[in-house]
């Protein structure tokens, strides 16, 4: 059985058919413009290619999706929502765009093996708690007293460069 994903208005709200899983192309999707609350939440996909021209990831987006290892945001996106990648016990490491300007609580709770996180330089509200297990400063990136942290095993990257 095929996946079918179903698109209203440009935005991803889900699919029908066999669950999402192993590697996954949506870059073919051009027009789509955001993800969904929970549009792949529980989908077994190891990892994904997301649309182009993307600007939105919404909550819970991929949450419990513990076989995605890692994922590229496109450099279009804008916001990330709450609990997007919670859960995804396997996500090693991911870059955060320049465009990003905000991203949710609890984005990454629960993703124990996840090493390096580099926020681009667009970051205007990071909530400390997005990252759970590690606290950091409620500011902006230009704002931290250096454009590397390190914290227990976890190493967050501010870049300019994202």
Do not use: K
Not at 15 to 37: E, H, R
Not at 70 to 89: A, K
Not at 98 to 124: A, P
Request: with cysteine; proline share 5%.
């Amino acid at each position: 059985m095929a996946t079918t994903y179903t698109i209203t208005s440009n935005v991803i709200t889900g699919f029908t058919g066999a669950t999402p899983s192993g590697d996954i192309d949506l870059s073919s999707y051009t027009t789509v413009t955001a993800i969904n609350s929970g549009s792949f939440n529980r989908a077994g996909i190891t990892s994904i290619l997301l649309p182009p021209n993307l600007t939105s990831l919404g909550d819970s987006a991929f949450q419990n999706c513990s076989g995605i290892t890692s994922i590229t945001i496109p450099s279009s996106v804008t916001q990330i929502g709450n609990l997007v990648f919670r859960g995804c016990s396997n996500l090693v490491s991911i870059d955060i765009p320049n465009n990003v300007t905000s991203v949710g609580h609890s984005l990454f709770f629960g993703c124990g093996n996840l090493v390096t996180v580099t926020i681009g330089s667009g970051l205007t509200n990071l909530i400390s708690i997005c990252f759970l297990t590690v606290v950091l400063y409620p500011v902006l990136p230009s704002q931290l007293p250096s454009r590397q942290l390190v914290m227990r095993r976890f190493r967050i990257v501010l870049s300019s460069e994202a």
